[in-house]
């Protein structure tokens, strides 16, 4: 049995240890210690790293009573790891801290959301970007921004969290969030006012400590509603980055920065209606283009201004222009797609020929086949001027 101490203290950083067990496979070296400060992977949340002795530790995970350490299975790690009596333990403490501001700040969203609406927290995800929790219940953007703004006028005003150890009997009178079935003596992490809930993850001892808790995204999720949210330093660095980027939109578009959301959708607007006079010139060129080639044997054009549903409404428009056929090609050498019309051929032979000849896909009806190949336009158009 492996002594805990995150339960003790969240902020302990290092501490020493005896290895009580040690075994490997080509990739890791598992320790087993008889106490540990490294926090293992549960609850959604990933584990702590850092070292022991001088060996680092990429993973730990619980397997019962037992905390087990992984370590990259190595020459000198192995002679670290069994030739110390006693192991110095240190705690990447800057993950181990932002990992607390998300897990503090999920507490207090997801006791919030439940205090509001009566939803409950059924998943929860604390991932390396993004921290994820899905509830069994619709909220709308009204509802969000409601939340963040308690969420967050609960961290200003730096309550206390507490760690409890409740006795069976206390426990059965106690109301709070579960998010397991947990077996032994439960753990419970009080935010006063706003949640309660059996937890086993360290988190920091005051809401101030979160600093800010920013609503990312909200969509719903298999009946409910999947929030996504950033605490602290990661809250911080995103808005940073979102201002940033924001800046150079209204840089670009010549606009303050509180209006670039109307700017971009004038330009888009514009954009629009550029490419819908676009496609009208596109089209009257090349069908220009086609008047020269009437009554030929063969049509075959190859051009870039073939987007779309162009390439098939060009190529059936325009294909008694020529005795056999009109192709189509639109793209650049080595991908291609085409669009083939006949007046009067059964084009599917031609379409099993042409597909086989240059790893080609796509068919079609008797007097119009259209697909994608690959090839150049000089061995294409030299296949198709002897069919």
Not at 78 to 87: A, E, F, P, Q
Not at 180 to 191: A, K, S
Not at 249 to 255: G, Q
Not at 343 to 369: C, H
Request: include cysteine; aromatic fraction near 8%.
């Amino acid at each position: 049995m492996t002594e805990k101490l995150y339960y003790c203290d969240a902020y302990l950083t290092e501490f020493d240890c005896k290895v009580i067990n040690l075994y490997t496979d080509e990739k890791y070296i598992y320790v087993e210690t008889d106490r540990t400060a490294f926090f293992p992977e549960g609850g959604g949340q990933t584990s702590d790293r850092g070292w022991l002795g001088e060996a680092y530790v990429e993973n730990v995970q619980i397997d019962g009573e037992k905390i087990i350490h992984f370590v990259e299975n190595n020459e000198e790690n192995v002679k670290i790891l069994k030739n110390s009596t006693i192991l110095h333990g240190k705690i990447d403490m800057n993950k181990r801290f932002s990992d607390m501001q998300q897990h503090s700040g999920e507490h207090i969203v997801s006791g919030i959301v439940h205090n509001l609406y009566g939803y409950n927290n059924v998943g929860f995800h604390l991932g390396s970007e993004v921290v994820t929790l899905d509830f069994d219940g619709i909220l709308t953007n009204e509802d969000i921004c409601k939340v963040e703004n308690l969420v967050n006028k609960a961290i200003w005003d730096n309550l206390e969290i507490k760690v409890l150890y409740p006795t069976d009997e206390e426990l059965s009178s106690m109301k709070y969030r579960s998010k397991i079935e947990i077996e032994g003596q439960v753990r419970i992490v009080e935010i006063p006012g706003v949640d309660v809930c059996a937890c086993c993850a360290p988190h920091v001892k005051r809401t101030g400590e979160i600093g800010i808790v920013e609503i990312v995204n909200f969509e719903k999720y298999k009946g409910g509603t999947r929030v996504s949210i950033l605490c602290g330093e990661r809250a911080l660095l995103d808005i940073r980055h979102k201002l940033t980027e924001n800046r150079k939109i209204s840089v670009l578009t010549k606009t303050k920065p509180s209006e670039t959301a109307s700017a971009v959708e004038r330009l888009l607007k514009e954009k629009d209606k550029l490419k819908y006079e676009l496609v009208g010139a596109n089209r009257t060129i090349l069908y220009a283009k086609v008047e020269c080639t009437k009554n030929a044997e063969r049509v075959i054009i190859f051009d870039n201004r073939l987007e779309g549903k162009l390439l098939t409404e060009f190529t059936e428009a325009v294909k008694g222009n020529a005795k056999r056929f009109v192709a189509s090609f639109c793209g650049e050498d080595g991908a291609y797609r085409y669009c083939i019309a006949s007046k009067s051929m059964n084009l599917q032979p031609l379409a099993k020929k042409l597909n086989e000849a240059f790893s080609g896909k796509g068919g079609g009806r008797g007097e119009m086949i259209q697909g994608s190949l690959s090839g150049t336009e000089e061995e294409i158009r030299r296949f198709l001027e002897k069919e």
